[in-house]
C-alpha cells in the first residue's frame, strides 16, 4: 500500500486509503506527529516528547534539539549539541520515528510494510533539498514514488473527499482555485485551474515568514511586554527557560482557545524568576487581533502579490480553499472572507490534515503529475522551440525524462550563445506566439566568434527527475564550453479524480514573436541551418554576396538587409544610421 | 437523447430532475442525429428557513452593536451552515465589509477613495448586484441605501421600506422632476426600520441633513452642511448642494444659493431643476 506522506515543518503525518475512505495515522495524543528530533547521548527522542522539551520558536537546530529539520535540508552537515551531524540523517530519525509510530497503530494492517510514499512538498523546496529529502526516505526504508506539492495534495484531497466529487467538479470547471497552505512553518500558494480531466498549477507562491510558530512567540512576547510595562516589572527580570518555554506553549493553546472565545487568561506562577512576580494575563480576541494583526497582514499580501502576478483580481477566483494548522485562525479565516467573500472560502474540517489526506487519495488513485506548461526554448527572430511540452508525464520513482536538441548559433559576434528557456504566463490549451511568456531562466556558452553563422553546433540536453527538477546542459562544438542549470519552480497538473481524460493537452507550435518592449536578451540559437535566422549585419560580414540583390534562395530578406543598413555609415556624409543631421537622402 | 452529468436519461426523467434541483451544476447535452449541444445549469435556490436564519444572524450582528472585522466573520460563521442561502449571505457579507471600509474600520486596504471599484463602491456594487434578487428585508434595505447612495431616488423609493429614506428620496426626486415636495422637516418621521442599522455614518449623516426643513428655518444646520460638503464625495455633494441651494433660496440669501446651484449646473440629472431654480431666483 502506498501511502500520502505529509513531512511537514511543525508536524508529520502518514494517512492512508482504507476501502473509500482516507484515514489519519495520529499518534496515541490523536495529533500528527511533531517534526522535532532531540538528541540525548546515544537516545533520540522524536515528536511531542522532544517538542514539550523545546523552548525556542522557530525552525532550525536549539542546543541539542531540532525544529523542523526539513529546513535545514540541503546543507552539508550541521551542529546539534556539538555533534556534527548530516541533516538527511537528522530528517531520516523524524522519517523512521513516524514509520515506526505509525506501524505501531491501529492501522497497521492497511499501512502493510508503510515502504512506499507520496510525500508532499512546500512550493518553493528546491532541488538539492528535495533530492535529499528523497535520500532520507530511502535511509528509512521509504521509496518516495511521487512529489506532490503541498497545496496541490490538499486541492486534490478536497476534491477527491468531497461527498460528491462529480459535483464540486462541474462547480469548479474552468475556473480557478487558490490553494492557502497557511501551516505551523510556511504558508503554501497555490493557484490552480480546473481543466476538463485534470487540475493544473497557474502559479506557486509562499514564504516561511508567517507561519503559525511565529504568531506563538510574537503573542507570548507582547503578552509579557504588557503585563511587565503594566505592573514595572524590571528588564534584567528574566524568566527560567522552563517558563519561556510553558509560556510559549501557552500562547499557542490560547490562541486556539480564542478562536471560540472572547477571551482567556494566561497564569504563570513566580514566571520572573528574579522578583518572583506572578504573571496573570486575560487576552482578549481583541488584543489577538491586534498583536498579530502584521503577520496576518503579511500573509494576506504574498496571496495578493500572487494574484497581481498573474493579473488576476481576487473576483476570478472561485474557490479558495485554505488548508494547514492556521486556517481555524478567524482573524485569517475573516482577512480571507473580506477578499474573497464568505461563499468562496471554504475552510474544510480536515483542513490540518488535507494535505496529507491528497496525497493518500494521490497514491491510492496512482495519479501521475503532468507538466502544466510547455517549456520552451527562445531562438533567433522570435521563435520558440518546444522543449518539454505541456501533459509531459513526470518521472517517478527513479526514472528520468531526457531529451537532447541539435542547435546551431545564429550569430556568434559577442562570443556567446544564449539559451532563454521560457514557459506560457497563462494556461491555455493552444498557447499563441503572442502569448506572454515567463521567463524560467538563461544559460549560456562561450562559442568561437570569429567563426561563421550556423557554423557552431551546439547541443542542449533537458531533463526532469523524480525530484520534479528541470536541468538544462548547453555545449559548444568549437569552443567545447559547458554550462548547466537547474529549475525547480515548475507548474504541475495531475487528473481529476474519475478522470480518464488525461489526453496531453493540444499545444500547437508557437510562430515568429515579437517582444513588445523591456530589455530583453536577443536569442542567437536556432534549431535548423537557416541563413534567414542569421542578423542581417552578421551575414554581410560572411556573406556578401547574399546581399548582391540576384535572385535567388540565399538572398538577404528584407530585414537582414535593414539589419545591415543599420550598422552602415551614410555614403556620403558617414554619419550613423538615424542621425538627423545626415540629410544626404533628402538633398539628393 | 439526452445526457445528464454524463448520463443518458430520457426527456421524461431529465425534466423531473431538473425540476428537482435546488442546488449545484448540472451538466446537459442534447443529441439529435449529428447535432450535439451542450449546457450547463446554475442551481441556487434558497431555502426560506435557511434565508430567516441569516436574517437572524444579521439581527445578532445589530444588536451586537459592533462592526468589525472579527463580528462579520462571527456573522459568517453562524450563517454559513445554511447553505442554500450561501449567496444571499455573500451579499450581506459584502455589504458590510464595504461599511467596514467606509468607516475606515477595514484592515484589508479596501479604503473609501477608491474609485474603481476595489474600494467600498466596489463592496456595494457586488453586495446589490446579489441582494437585488432577494425579497426580504434587510436586502431591501441594502438596496435602497445604495440606491440612495448613488443618487437613484426613484429606485431608492421602490425599493426601500424605510419611510426616511422614501420621503427623502421622494422629496429629491420631486425636486429634479420639478414637482412639489414637501418643504417642512422630515426628521419627525423616524421609523425604526432596518436601514438605520444598516448604513454607514456618511449616508446617516447625509439623510440627516436632506430631512431637513428647506424653508430657512434651519440655518445653524445648513452651515454646517455647507462646510463639510467639500470633503463629501461626488455623489453625497450632489445631494447637499441641493438641499443648501433651496434652504438658501427660502431664505432669501440669493448669492449662496447661486453659488450652490452653480455647483450643479452641468449635472445632467440636474438639468431640469437648475432651469427652474433660475427662473425662481430670477422671481425674487
Known amino acids: 500500500m502506498t501511502v500520502g506522506f505529509d513531512f511537514g515543518t511543525t508536524n508529520s503525518l502518514v494517512s492512508v486509503v482504507a476501502g473509500d475512505r482516507v484515514v489519519d495515522v495520529l499518534d496515541a495524543e490523536g495529533l500528527p506527529h511533531a517534526s522535532v528530533v532531540r538528541y540525548e547521548g546515544e537516545d533520540v527522542i522524536v515528536g511531542r516528547e522532544a517538542r514539550h522539551a523545546l523552548e525556542e520558536v522557530g525552525l532550525g537546530v536549539y542546543g541539542n534539539t531540532v525544529r523542523s529539520p526539513k529546513f535545514l535540508l540541503g546543507q552539508e552537515i550541521v551542529s546539534v549539541g556539538g555533534v556534527e551531524r548530516s541533516p538527511i540523517d537528522i530528517v531520516a530519525d523524524v522519517i523512521r520515528h513516524v514509520r515506526a509510530e505509525s506501524r505501531r497503530s491501529g492501522h497497521r494492517k492497511v499501512l502493510g510494510e508503510l515502504d512506499r510514499a507520496v510525500v508532499t512538498i512546500p512550493v518553493n523546496m528546491n532541488g538539492p533539498r528535495r533530492a535529499a529529502l528523497r535520500e532520507a526516505f530511502a535511509r528509512s526504508e521509504i521509496s518516495v514514488t511521487q512529489f506532490v506539492h503541498e497545496p496541490l495534495a490538499a486541492l486534490y484531497g478536497h476534491l477527491r473527499g468531497a461527498k460528491d466529487p462529480q459535483a464540486e467538479i462541474r462547480r469548479l470547471m474552468k475556473r480557478n482555485v487558490l490553494v492557502v497552505d497557511w501551516g505551523g512553518g510556511t504558508l503554501d500558494l497555490t493557484l490552480c485551474r480546473i481543466e476538463p480531466g485534470r487540475i493544473l498549477q497557474l502559479r506557486n507562491g509562499g514564504t516561511d515568514q508567517v507561519g503559525g510558530d511565529k504568531f506563538d512567540r510574537v503573542i507570548r512576547d507582547e503578552v509579557v511586554a504588557r503585563f511587565s510595562n503594566k505592573h514595572g516589572i524590571s528588564g534584567s527580570d528574566h524568566p527560567t527557560r522552563d517558563a519561556r518555554l510553558s509560556l510559549l506553549q501557552e500562547a499557542e493553546s490560547s490562541k486556539i482557545e480564542l478562536s471560540d472565545r472572547p477571551s482567556v487568561t494566561i497564569y504563570h506562577a513566580s514566571y520572573f524568576a528574579e522578583s518572583g512576580t506572578t504573571l496573570e494575563y486575560s487576552l482578549s480576541r481583541q488584543e489577538l487581533d491586534g498583536i498579530t494583526r502584521p503577520l496576518v497582514a503579511a500573509g494576506i499580501r504574498e496571496i495578493e502579490a500572487l494574484l497581481e502576478s498573474v493579473d488576476m483580481a481576487p473576483a476570478q477566483v472561485s474557490l479558495c480553499l485554505v488548508a494547514g494548522g492556521m486556517a481555524a485562525m478567524p482573524s485569517i479565516r475573516g482577512r480571507l472572507h473580506e477578499m474573497f467573500g464568505p461563499e468562496r472560502v471554504l475552510v474544510p474540517e480536515n483542513s490540518a490534515t488535507l494535505v496529507s489526506q491528497g496525497a493518500a487519495w494521490i497514491a491510492h488513485d496512482a495519479q501521475r503529475l503532468v507538466l502544466a506548461k510547455q517549456i520552451e526554448l527562445e531562438m533567433a527572430r522570435g521563435l520558440r522551440l518546444p522543449l518539454l511540452r505541456a501533459g509531459t508525464a513526470m518521472p517517478s520513482n527513479g526514472e528520468i525524462c531526457r531529451d537532447r536538441f541539435h542547435l546551431y548559433c545564429t550569430d556568434p559576434t559577442d562570443g556567446v550563445a544564449k539559451f532563454a528557456i521560457v514557459a506560457p504566463s497563462d494556461l491555455a490549451e493552444q498557447p499563441q506566439a503572442s502569448d506572454p511568456r515567463t521567463s524560467i531562466g538563461m544559460v549560456a556558452v562561450a562559442v568561437d566568434k570569429t567563426a561563421p553563422p550556423l557554423v557552431e553546433r551546439l547541443e542542449l540536453d533537458v531533463e526532469v527527475d523524480d525530484n520534479l527538477i528541470l536541468s538544462v546542459s548547453a555545449t559548444s562544438s568549437r569552443r567545447a564550453d559547458r554550462a548547466s542549470a537547474s529549475y525547480f519552480d515548475l507548474e504541475f497538473g495531475i487528473g481529476l479524480p474519475g478522470s480518464s481524460d488525461l489526453r496531453d493537452l493540444d499545444v500547437t507550435e508557437a510562430d515568429a514573436w515579437v517582444p513588445n518592449g523591456g530589455l530583453v536578451v536577443r536569442a542567437n540559437v536556432a534549431d535548423r541551418e537557416d541563413s534567414r535566422l542569421v542578423p542581417g549585419d552578421v551575414l554581410y560580414q560572411h556573406k556578401r554576396w547574399a546581399f548582391s540583390r540576384l535572385p535567388g534562395p540565399d538572398q538577404a530578406t528584407d530585414e537582414q538587409i535593414r539589419e545591415h543598413l543599420y550598422y552602415q555609415p551614410c555614403a556620403v556624409c558617414k554619419r550613423q544610421w538615424g542621425d538627423p543631421a545626415c540629410r544626404c537622402a533628402s538633398e539628393a | ?284
Open chain 2, 1 to 284: 437523447m439526452v445526457v445528464i452529468n454524463g448520463t443518458a436519461t430520457s426527456i421524461a426523467n431529465a425534466v423531473e430532475y431538473l425540476a428537482a434541483q435546488r442546488g449545484g451544476v448540472v451538466d446537459v447535452t442534447l443529441t439529435k442525429g449529428d447535432a450535439v449541444q451542450s449546457f450547463q445549469f446554475e442551481f441556487a435556490l434558497a431555502d426560506v428557513d435557511h434565508l430567516e436564519s441569516v436574517d437572524d444572524a444579521l439581527k445578532r450582528l445589530i444588536d451586537g452593536g459592533e462592526l468589525s472585522l472579527r463580528a462579520i466573520d462571527d456573522f459568517i460563521m453562524r450563517s454559513k451552515g445554511y447553505i442554500s442561502a450561501g449567496r444571499y449571505l455573500y451579499g450581506l457579507a459584502n455589504y458590510l465589509y464595504g461599511v467596514l471600509a467606509r468607516e475606515g474600520l477595514s484592515e484589508s486596504g479596501v479604503r473609501d477613495d477608491l474609485q474603481d471599484g476595489g474600494g467600498y463602491q466596489g463592496k456595494y456594487d457586488q453586495a446589490v448586484g446579489i441582494l437585488g434578487t432577494f425579497d426580504r428585508p434587510p436586502a431591501e434595505a441594502i438596496c435602497g441605501i445604495v440606491a440612495f447612495h448613488y443618487n437613484h431616488f426613484e429606485r431608492a423609493m421602490t425599493k426601500t421600506k424605510s419611510q426616511r429614506v422614501a420621503e427623502v428620496s421622494l422629496r429629491f426626486q420631486s425636486l429634479l422632476k420639478r414637482e412639489t415636495y414637501f418643504f417642512g422637516d422630515l426628521a419627525p418621521s423616524p421609523h425604526a426600520s432596518l436601514d438605520v442599522a444598516l448604513s454607514d455614518s456618511v449616508i446617516e449623516q447625509v439623510l440627516g441633513w436632506s430631512a431637513l426643513p428647506l424653508d430657512g428655518t434651519a440655518g445653524a444646520e445648513i452651515a454646517e452642511l455647507s462646510a463639510s460638503i467639500d470633503q463629501q464625495r461626488p455623489y453625497d455633494a450632489f445631494k447637499l448642494h441641493l438641499v443648501a441651494a433651496e434652504h438658501a433660496l427660502a431664505e432669501g440669501d440669493i448669492g449662496t444659493a447661486r453659488q450652490h446651484a452653480e455647483r450643479l449646473r452641468y449635472s445632467r440629472l440636474a438639468e431640469g431643476w437648475y432651469a427652474g431654480f433660475r427662473t425662481r431666483v430670477q422671481g425674487v
